[in-house]
T-cell receptor, first 116, second 109 residues
Framework: GAVVSQHPSWVICKSGTSVKIECRSL??????MFWYRQFPKQSLMLMAT?????????EQGVEKDKFLINHASLTLSTLTVTSAHPEDSSFYIC????????????FGSGTRLTVV | QQQVKQSPQSLIVQKGGISIINCAYE??????FPWYQQFPGKGPALLIA?????SEKKEGRFTISFNKSAKQFSLHIMDSQPGDSATYFC????????FGKGTMLLVSP
């Protein structure tokens, strides 16, 4: 089945620094990947749709200059949290849709970001 | 505006019982309705999904019932086990996935 790998699984960074999170589709090519944010005991909120070779589409209220998304290849999308602050601490999850599998979305295992 | 409403927020079921989680939607453009299971610190994992041209789908102990006219769908977990204790999310998709708020299920031994 479709596998999405996300790295790192957790990261702690100092306020003001930047953090990069990687999302890879391991056994399929993903022209589109999705980035979600999840606060404790809450649902997943779509942040942006990452399109290979073009600019990401951000959801309303998501700061595109703070959350930089790069989808440089058909198997890799990255999310960079720039100038991170404690309020950016959250669980970030990526997803991709395997074109071979109909409508199914596969999720990565998530990245726990803690900004201190 | 919450496009997918999920209930209950939490649920306690005895081992062997049936767990039922309900969702409702407004957007008639949705054409794919998955259910995800999420354990703490992990990404969501697809349990079962249905398309609107089908009224019911069963996979093992998990069944989705879908009522297109009422714009509602539900997840039934038969013979619930302690290992089923997790958070369950319904979702609906047109070009992107929209999640319900989730249901924390606890199956007591």
């Amino acid at each position: 089945g479709a596998v999405v790998s996300q790295h790192p699984s957790w990261v702690i960074c100092k306020s003001g620094t930047s953090v990069k999170i990687e999302c890879r589709s391991l056994d399929f090519q993903a022209t589109t990947m999705f980035w979600y944010r999840q606060f404790p005991k809450q649902s997943l909120m779509l942040m942006a749709t990452s399109n290979e070779g073009s600019k990401a589409t951000y959801e309303q209220g998501v700061e595109k200059d703070k959350f930089l998304i790069n989808h440089a290849s058909l198997t890799l999308s990255t999310l960079t949290v720039t100038s991170a602050h404690p309020e950016d601490s959250s669980f970030y999850i990526c997803s991709a849709r395997d074109p071979r599998g109909g409508y199914g979305y596969t999720f990565g295992s998530g990245t726990r970001l803690t900004v201190v | 505006q919450q496009q997918v409403k999920q209930s209950p927020q939490s649920l306690i079921v005895q081992k062997g019982g049936i767990s039922i989680i309900n969702c409702a939607y407004e957007n008639t453009a949705f054409d794919y309705f998955p259910w995800y299971q999420q354990f703490p610190g992990k990404g969501p994992a697809l349990l079962i999904a249905i398309r609107p041209d089908v009224s019911e789908k069963k996979e093992g102990r998990f069944t989705i019932s879908f009522n297109k006219s009422a714009k509602q769908f539900s997840l039934h977990i038969m013979d619930s086990q302690p290992g089923d204790s997790a958070t369950y999310f319904c979702a609906a998709s047109d070009s992107t996935l929209t999640f319900g708020k989730g249901t924390m299920l606890l199956v007591s031994p």
